[in-house]
């Protein structure tokens, strides 16, 4: 993707995580994760968590979005809260594709307006998340984003 591209997808990833942005509104509706793109958000993770390697392990975290035993087990009650029969296991951390199921998951979940900023800062430090501490992870991402 060449970097005027990929300057555009990132300022309409910002627009569109805003919830006053008219983007994000559309006709009085709030933008969902369904129909929201957080391809290039992970593509940006997976990036700055593993170099892209589905493989990589860093202690408890593994797979290329270097996804805990825990959020695996908050997908999970998510799933059974929606009355859902699908489950996740803890090998499906080194899927990729099954990796960012999860995060869809997580992100419908828990940031369901489709704020880019949150999304990226609770994948470093947790759905109560600091900024502070999450300060240099956010900048990582963004500026992976932004290649």
Request: glycine letters at 4%.
């Amino acid at each position: 993707m060449n970097k005027f591209l990929k300057s555009a997808v990132v300022a309409l990833l910002m627009m569109t995580s805003n919830p006053h942005s008219a983007l994000a509104a559309g006709n009085g509706s709030r933008a969902t994760t369904r129909n929201f793109d957080w391809n290039p958000v992970m593509e940006a993770i997976i990036e700055v968590e593993s170099n892209g390697n589905h493989r990589a392990k860093n202690g408890n975290q593994v797979g290329a979005m270097q996804i805990t035993p825990i959020l695996v087990e908050d997908c999970n009650e998510i799933l059974k809260q929606r009355k859902s029969k699908k489950r996740y296991k803890l090998s499906d951390r080194f899927n990729v594709e099954k990796s960012k199921e999860m995060f869809l998951l997580i992100q419908s979940w828990y940031n369901p307006k489709n704020n880019v900023e949150k999304a990226i800062r609770s994948w470093n430090g947790g759905v109560n998340y600091n900024v502070r501490s999450t300060q240099r992870y956010y900048e990582k991402v963004m500026r992976a984003l932004k290649k």
